[in-house]
């Protein structure tokens, strides 16, 4: 059988019949034959709607779209639906809609394309078990193509042709080699986080605590000490020296207002579960972003992901997971910290091209219990910390860097032996006490770092 009907959301069971008269014609309409020996029967799958480009826009224009086509109750649907029904009204009988996603499959072999912030909902593409096959698919593909409109009896639009799997065509997306097969080294390229001189975070980071593609860093901080900054800032410099890293940001368990802060901060794709949701959608999401990061690098593509908590993303886990029978101090099970050490463990710099970099960040002082013991677990586990200081925040001072606690493992092989020796004497001339205040005043006095570490400041 080409493709069982999903049974997700109640969708209606088409008959076996109709799923065997469509999918063949489906698949071939994925070799494209159209362009190759002239099949005229591909010459109608012409996309009259972009999905992509009806979720870029607001609420606002929807409501255009959606009064245009006579929809009564638009102002009761949320933007998800209002979406579907535009599509489906906009859709001929013989039209079909441009449309991307992220391809989570499941048990029964068929699959979804996830088009709305890895969560289900009704503008997901249905994707057949033969399709899957066929191009080889794996969770977390990022897939392009065209759908076909629902036919009587089913629920979803369906993928027609696929034209793009992670940006490449669906043969050249064939040739990767599986994650768990590549080889993981210690990181050896240094990412430039400087970007001007103002930008003192960063400037900072860069001299204490270098980042390299495939790190695995972990931003230490209380509340209020400004690591959601910080993230902001790491993420745009990053934007703006390496614009061929691909950026995602996982915000779990965090304020809306902070989510949409970030998602017109940050170019790169953000994706939330915000504190409102239940702990299983935050455990649902962190897994496909994880996975659509693995599958970029397979392609050899150097990906980061800026986590925004692991703490909280541990949290979700510790209420989902099936009690273990042990406990921890402050009541956390310790199978709840499997799957969040394999996400953070899935940092990695790859022999051969291709890194998965993840900078996350873990709180302390919170007074919670749980959060100090999730701390505890996860230390040393990273080979790169930045320990931010709560009094240094008080007093106003930023970054509030703890320049003395904060490092990087085998940063050698990241720095250039010169610079390497001059970081090492910084930090043996200045005051353990004032130390960042000191280097941040120091630091303003110079338009870069490489001026600082030439100008003789520190001997």
Same mark, same amino acid.
């Given at each position: 059988?080409?493709?069982?009907?999903?049974?997700?959301?109640?969708?209606?069971?088409?008959?076996?019949?109709?799923?065997?008269?469509?999918?063949?014609?489906?698949?071939?309409?994925?070799?494209?034959?159209?362009?190759?020996?002239?099949?005229?029967?591909?010459?109608?799958?012409?996309?009259?709607?972009?999905?992509?480009?009806?979720?870029?826009?607001?609420?606002?224009?929807?409501?255009?779209?959606?009064?245009?086509?006579?929809?009564?109750?638009?102002?009761?649907?949320?933007?998800?639906?209002?979406?579907?029904?535009?599509?489906?009204?906009?859709?001929?009988?013989?039209?079909?809609?441009?449309?991307?996603?992220?391809?989570?499959?499941?048990?029964?072999?068929?699959?979804?394309?996830?088009?709305?912030?890895?969560?289900?909902? =009704?503008?997901?593409?249905?994707?057949? =078990?033969?399709?899957?096959?066929?191009?080889?698919?794996?969770?977390?593909?990022?897939?392009?193509?065209?759908?076909?409109?629902?036919?009587?009896?089913?629920?979803?639009?369906?993928?027609?042709?696929?034209?793009?799997?992670?940006?490449?065509?669906?043969?050249?997306?064939?040739?990767?080699?599986?994650?768990?097969?590549?080889?993981?080294?210690?990181?050896?390229?240094?990412?430039?986080?400087?970007?001007?001189?103002?930008?003192?975070?960063?400037?900072?980071?860069?001299?204490?605590?270098?980042?390299?593609?495939?790190?695995?860093?972990?931003?230490?901080?209380?509340?209020?000490?400004?690591?959601?900054?910080?993230?902001?800032?790491?993420?745009? =410099?990053?934007?703006?020296?390496?614009?061929?890293?691909?950026?995602?940001?996982?915000?779990?368990?965090?304020?809306?207002?902070?989510?949409?802060?970030?998602?017109?901060?940050?170019?790169?794709?953000?994706?939330?579960?915000?504190?409102?949701?239940?702990?299983?959608?935050?455990?649902?999401?962190?897994?496909?972003?994880?996975?659509?990061?693995?599958?970029?690098?397979?392609?050899?593509?150097?990906?980061?992901?800026?986590?925004?908590?692991?703490?909280?993303?541990?949290?979700?886990?510790?209420?989902?997971?099936?009690?273990?029978?042990?406990?921890?101090?402050?009541?956390?099970?310790?199978?709840?910290?499997?799957?969040?050490?394999?996400?953070?463990?899935?940092?990695?710099?790859?022999?051969?091209?291709?890194?998965?970099?993840?900078?996350?960040?873990?709180?302390?002082?919170?007074?919670?219990?749980?959060?100090?013991?999730?701390?505890?677990?996860?230390?040393?586990?990273?080979?790169?910390?930045?320990?931010?200081?709560?009094?240094?925040?008080?007093?106003?001072?930023?970054?509030?860097?703890?320049?003395?606690?904060?490092?990087?493992?085998?940063?050698?092989?990241?720095?250039?032996?010169?610079?390497?020796?001059?970081?090492?004497?910084?930090?043996? =001339?200045?005051?353990?006490?004032?130390?960042?205040?000191?280097?941040?005043?120091?630091?303003?006095?110079?338009?870069?770092?490489?001026?600082?570490?030439?100008?003789?400041?520190?001997?």
């Amino acid at each position: 059988m080409a493709g069982r009907p999903p049974k997700e959301q109640d969708s209606p069971v088409p008959e076996k019949k109709e799923i065997k008269e469509e999918f063949p014609k489906t698949e071939r309409n994925n070799e494209r034959p159209a362009e190759k020996n002239g099949d005229k029967s591909n010459e109608k799958l012409i996309a009259s709607l972009d999905i992509p480009a009806l979720q870029r826009m607001k609420i606002s224009e929807l409501y255009a779209i959606a009064k245009e086509l006579k929809i009564e109750e638009m102002t009761t649907l949320e933007k998800s639906d209002l979406i579907y029904k535009i599509m489906q009204l906009k859709t001929g009988d013989e039209g079909a809609v441009a449309c991307e996603g992220v391809l989570e499959r499941l048990p029964d072999g068929y699959g979804f394309l996830r088009v709305n912030n890895y969560l289900p909902s =009704s503008e997901d593409i249905y994707v057949s =078990s033969a399709q899957i096959r066929r191009f080889s698919l794996l969770t977390g593909d990022r897939v392009r193509g065209l759908g076909r409109k629902p036919k009587e009896g089913e629920k979803y639009f369906s993928l027609a042709r696929v034209d793009e799997i992670n940006g490449l065509t669906p043969e050249g997306a064939r040739k990767r080699t599986f994650f768990s097969n590549l080889v993981p080294i210690f990181p050896d390229k240094k990412m430039s986080l400087e970007s001007s001189q103002h930008n003192i975070t960063t400037r900072l980071i860069d001299m204490v605590a270098p980042i390299g593609f495939g790190q695995r860093a972990m931003i230490v901080s209380p509340p209020k000490a400004g690591k959601t900054t910080i993230l902001k800032d790491i993420a745009k =410099s990053i934007e703006l020296n390496h614009p061929e890293v691909v950026i995602k940001v996982l915000l779990v368990d965090e304020r809306p207002e902070e989510v949409t802060d970030m998602r017109r901060f940050v170019k790169g794709e953000v994706v939330a579960s915000t504190f409102d949701e239940p702990p299983e959608q935050h455990v649902k999401v962190s897994e496909l972003l994880l996975e659509s990061a693995k599958r970029l690098v397979e392609h050899g593509r150097d990906v980061v992901i800026l986590l925004d908590s692991i703490t909280r993303l541990a949290r979700a886990h510790n209420i989902v997971v099936a009690p273990s029978g042990r406990t921890l101090s402050g009541g956390l099970d310790p199978a709840s910290l499997h799957k969040p050490k394999r996400f953070f463990g899935a940092a990695r710099n790859i022999e051969g091209g291709g890194s998965l970099t993840i900078i996350a960040t873990a709180l302390v002082d919170t007074g919670s219990r749980m959060d100090d013991v999730i701390y505890e677990e996860f230390k040393g586990t990273g080979n790169m910390e930045l320990h931010l200081d709560r009094k240094l925040a008080n007093r106003r001072v930023y970054p509030a860097i703890d320049v003395v606690s904060s490092g990087t493992r085998k940063e050698e092989l990241l720095l250039a032996e010169d610079v390497l020796k001059k970081t090492i004497m910084l930090r043996k =001339s200045i005051d353990s006490e004032n130390a960042t205040e000191e280097l941040v005043n120091l630091l303003k006095k110079t338009k870069n770092n490489h001026e600082f570490l030439n100008s003789g400041i520190f001997g």
